[in-house]
């Protein structure tokens, strides 16, 4: 079996002990992961609090390190899409885009100024407010988007000056420990160090000493531990944590143009996206033609091992995310929703579940009020606009809203009634490393991205100097 190593301070380190980690189109192990021992963990954040003394002062040699690690994941693309396949699932094909997007994340970062302000500039005194680094980072991340939610992190802390100390979800740590193998070789030791463990790896990093600051990935529940747990050190957090994300449609719009869209975007990555599309409002008059347009595209969809050629969906990551989604379906059908195509898992090894389009499930129904993350999607009825817009802010979540009409200045108007930290018109799941992206309510604290998100990675310093 293969095994990867961890990176701490620049040199690949086996585990005392290892993991098993599972193929999840097979259901069976086939890698071993490095299970991080607390002295291990020690020593990474030792390394990283080391390293951060002489990168924080040359912003010219980040930048650059950053354009050659994000060469590095681009040119190796290909090499460790297998790698992800094999791990998470995804389709080989969107496993090198999420590499090679990783890579471009890397990039765009390396090149983004870093936020540094005039306020005041007069004969009583010159004040300026710039962005410090914070030190040592524990980033946290899940199982959806390895390597992608990574970069998210990497990029804008490395940026800044901070170094970090990376841990993977234990249902997918090789792609990252391969990654931090690799950038070793054009970072310098210690700046980025990966760790792999079963939980609670995790809770240790959040508890450790070292680090100011996590920037964490998951889910609610685990997201409210982070904050928790960060709280006795006054650490600083960014949470980016679950959606149910709504799509209203409106009457102008055509459902046979949209619902390959409105698919494409509830679908992506099997349905493991915070910010997929989770349920769609429609307007009765619209509400048969779109279920059958969406039915149309989940029948349309191959669902196989990612590693297969043509595959375009491939299995859950894990056997109890299958589970949550067939119980999820399962529950909505016996409270009278019908399965318009798909409804249940798939028999046999691996995780797999049939794309299904749901129609009469609504509000009050779990698969209508929780995120389901997995490729089941509930088309819910509204009568007026008003009313679809309430029911859309109705819950705990705010990650992200999309609304879709002929009309776009009319879908733009309904957009701004949405309460989500990203609201799209006629699209959505656009993303850019650029544009800011978080989330409000129990969707998370903080946003990543843009320069919003590199402030993040950031202590605000006042220099003022009195002039009288
Ligand atoms: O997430 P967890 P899980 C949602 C999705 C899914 C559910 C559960 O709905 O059904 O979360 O997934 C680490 N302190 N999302 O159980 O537990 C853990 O090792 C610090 C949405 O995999 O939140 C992993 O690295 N860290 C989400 C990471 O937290 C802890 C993507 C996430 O695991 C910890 C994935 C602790 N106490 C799932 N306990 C999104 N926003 O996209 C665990 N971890």
Redesign the pocket.
């Known amino acids: 079996m293969t095994q990867y190593g961890m990176t701490i301070g620049g040199r690949s380190v086996k585990g005392e002990h290892s993991f098993d980690v599972v193929n999840p189109a097979t259901g069976q192990a086939h890698a071993q992961a490095p299970d991080c021992s607390p002295a291990q963990l020690d020593a990474a954040f030792e390394s990283a609090r080391t390293a951060y003394r002489g990168w924080k002062d040359d912003l010219d040699a980040r930048r650059a390190a950053l354009h050659a690690a994000g060469d590095l994941l681009m040119a190796k693309a290909n090499d460790l899409a297998p790698v992800l396949t094999g791990e998470q699932g995804k389709p080989l094909q969107d496993a090198a885009a999420e590499v090679f997007g990783a890579g471009f994340w890397l990039k765009h970062h390396a090149d983004m100024p870093i936020p540094h302000e005039v306020i005041r500039d007069d004969e009583a005194a010159y004040v300026e407010v710039v962005r410090r680094p914070m030190g040592v980072v524990a980033a ?5 988007f390895p390597l992608m939610l990574a970069c998210w992190k990497v990029g804008p802390a490395l940026l800044a000056g901070n170094t970090m100390v990376l ?5 997918t740590p090789l792609t990252t420990l391969a990654v931090g193998e690799l950038l070793a070789s054009v970072l310098p030791p210690g700046v980025l160090n990966v760790v792999s463990g079963r ?5 240790q ?2 508890a450790h000493p070292v680090p100011r600051k996590v920037s ?4 609610v ?3 409210k ?2 904050a928790a ?1 960060a709280s006795d050190d006054l650490k600083r957090v960014t949470l ?4 149910n994300d709504p799509a209203i449609v409106l009457p102008d719009a055509d459902p046979a143009e949209i619902a390959p869209k409105l698919f494409d975007r509830a679908f992506a990555n099997n349905g ?3 910010s997929a599309i989770k349920r769609v409002y429609v307007p009765d008059a619209l509400h048969d033609d779109l279920v059958e347009a969406l039915a149309d595209q989940a029948r349309a969809a191959k669902v196989g091992d990612g590693m297969e050629e043509g595959v375009t969906h491939g299995p859950l990551n894990n056997a109890p ?1 299958r589970d ?1 989604v067939a119980a999820l379906v399962a529950d909505a059908l016996a409270r009278g929703a019908t399965a318009v195509t798909g409804g249940g898992p798939v028999e046999g090894p691996g995780f797999f579940h049939e794309p299904t389009i749901l129609a009469g499930a609504t509000d009050g129904f779990a698969i209508v009020d929780e ?1 389901q ?1 997995g490729p089941a999607l509930p088309v819910v009825r509204y009568s007026t606009v008003e009313e679809a817009v309430e029911r859309a802010n109705g819950t705990h979540f705010g990650l992200s809203g999309s609304v879709w009409g002929a009309d776009a200045d009319r879908a733009w108007e309904v957009a701004s009634a949405l309460e989500c930290g990203t609201a799209w018109v006629n699209t959505h799941l656009a993303v850019h490393p650029g544009q800011p992206f978080g989330g409000v309510k129990w969707s998370g604290v903080g946003t990543e991205n843009g320069t919003w998100g590199l402030e993040g990675f950031t202590e605000v310093q006042v220099r003022h100097r009195n002039r009288l």
């Open positions: 946290i991340t899940p199982w959806n841990k993977p979800s234990p249902y939980d609670p790896l995790g809770a990093m959040t964490f990935t998951g889910s529940a685990t997201g531990r982070v747990a980016e944590l679950g959606g493991q996206v915070c995310q949550r995120e993350f």
